[in-house]
């Protein structure tokens, strides 16, 4: 559906470094990385709106370089909005049908059909969008961009602005409207929640170049560089180098401790170990069976409730962090200065070469 090969775009001192992806037509692609990454100047460029230096945009397969933003079928919606302030809902949301030379009475039938969608009562049509509310105006920003039916809709950040409440309702919205619709949505956050609620796949951009491109599990669960993972929030990265190799098991050695890892890399390569807090279980005595190949004897030196997760820091030759529920926190007991015994399982540890 969208294509990009070798893309390279320079804007004043920033520039794109030859990204290439692909977004396949009915997903829900999420393009993720910190401030400044480049996301929303990918954005751009899918809608036409700045032309790559060198590489190629495709769209349905097409080379779409010289085709400008209003012929590539697509809608943008920025974090912004983006509303007319001077319009009232319903003429901000019919706007592109009049574009579009649509007959007035198919302008009004579409768009009361698209508000009645979003939840906006009649007596919303005739407001203005500086009376309305944050997740007001999002509702009638989406409303304008879906009401001419488009093959494509791209979102830059368009959850930034709403409180926690409005932020889920929206996430909840968007999640039926991709599934009933089979709509293709490009959709650039740095929110890591936004992204694991939504995506199907996530390309990470990092200053400018493509660091990632998976499955939202593979990003999340086996980043490809330690860059990646932190930025995904993987809560243990270790370096460490092989010491045994055998029938796809590794020992691991990261500061004199040995952790087992499931992979072939061979004996003495330096490797880069990712471990997420949730997947170490925390014991208070060595009485619990379990499968997991990975026993560590150590301390708690650190805990940050999160409301229902605490997160634990831990010694344990190595530093740990652990995530359990604040009721299995009280349960034990748990304090700082605490012994505890630390397991997770060899599959638990995803390992990459370090580069």
């Known amino acids: 559906m969208i294509e990009f090969e070798d893309v390279s775009l320079s804007l004043g001192r920033f520039s794109l470094n030859d990204i290439s992806f692909r977004v396949d037509e009915g997903d829900y692609y999420f393009i993720l990385g910190p401030s400044g990454a480049g996301k929303t100047v990918i954005l751009e460029a899918?809608?036409?709106?700045?032309?790559p230096d060198?590489?190629?945009?495709?769209?349905?397969?097409?080379?779409?370089?010289?085709?400008?933003?209003?012929?590539?079928?697509?809608?943008?919606?920025?974090?912004?909005?983006?509303?007319?302030?001077h319009m009232t809902?319903?003429?901000?949301?019919?706007?592109?049908?009049?574009m579009q030379k649509c007959a007035k009475h198919e302008i009004r039938e579409r768009v009361d059909d698209i508000l009645d969608r979003f939840g906006m009562p009649p007596h919303f049509r005739e407001r203005y969008p500086l009376t309305l509310s944050g997740g007001e105006q999002q509702r009638v920003a989406l409303a304008r961009s879906l009401v001419v039916n488009p093959e494509i809709l791209l979102l830059d950040e368009p959850l930034s602005a709403l409180d926690p409440l409005m932020r889920e309702k929206f996430i909840t919205d968007l999640h039926d409207l991709h599934h009933e619709n089979g709509l293709t949505i490009v959709h650039v956050s740095h929110s890591r929640q936004e992204a694991?609620?939504?995506?199907?796949?996530?390309?990470?951009?990092?200053?400018?170049?493509?660091?990632?491109?998976?499955?939202?599990?593979?990003?999340?669960?086996?980043p490809a560089t330690e860059e990646v993972g932190r930025f995904v929030g993987i809560d243990n990265i270790l370096r460490g180098r092989v010491a045994a190799s055998r029938d796809g098991l590794m020992d691991v050695d990261v500061d004199g401790v040995t952790v087992s890892a499931v992979g072939s890399?061979?004996?003495?390569?330096?490797?880069?170990?990712?471990?997420?807090?949730?997947?170490?279980?925390?014991?208070?005595?060595?009485?619990?069976?379990?499968?997991?190949?990975?026993?560590?004897?150590?301390?708690?030196?650190?805990?940050?409730?999160?409301?229902?997760?605490v997160r634990l820091k831990t010694d344990c030759g190595i530093p740990l962090s652990v995530l359990i529920t604040?009721?299995?926190?009280?349960?034990?007991?748990?304090?700082?200065?605490?012994?505890?015994?630390?397991?997770?399982?060899?599959t638990s540890v995803h390992a990459v070469p370090v580069k």
């Open 46 to 51: 899918i809608a036409g709106l700045h032309i």
């Open 265 to 309: 890399y061979p004996a003495g390569m330096e490797l880069t170990l990712f471990l997420r807090g949730e997947d170490v279980m925390l014991f208070l005595s060595d009485g619990a069976v379990t499968s997991a190949r990975n026993t560590l004897a150590g301390e708690i030196t650190g805990i940050s409730r999160m409301g229902a997760v």
């Open 196 to 222: 694991l609620a939504l995506a199907d796949h996530v390309a990470v951009i990092i200053d400018g170049s493509l660091k990632q491109e998976d499955t939202v599990e593979g990003v999340f669960n086996r």
């Open 89 to 98: 809902v319903f003429d901000n949301v019919a706007f592109g049908l009049r």
């Open 326 to 346: 604040r009721q299995s926190c009280d349960d034990m007991g748990l304090c700082t200065g605490k012994k505890v015994l630390v397991r997770f399982k060899a």
């Open 54 to 85: 060198s590489g190629r945009v495709l769209v349905r397969g097409e080379d779409v370089g010289d085709r400008p933003p209003e012929k590539r079928r697509l809608s943008l919606v920025y974090q912004d909005y983006s509303l007319f302030p």
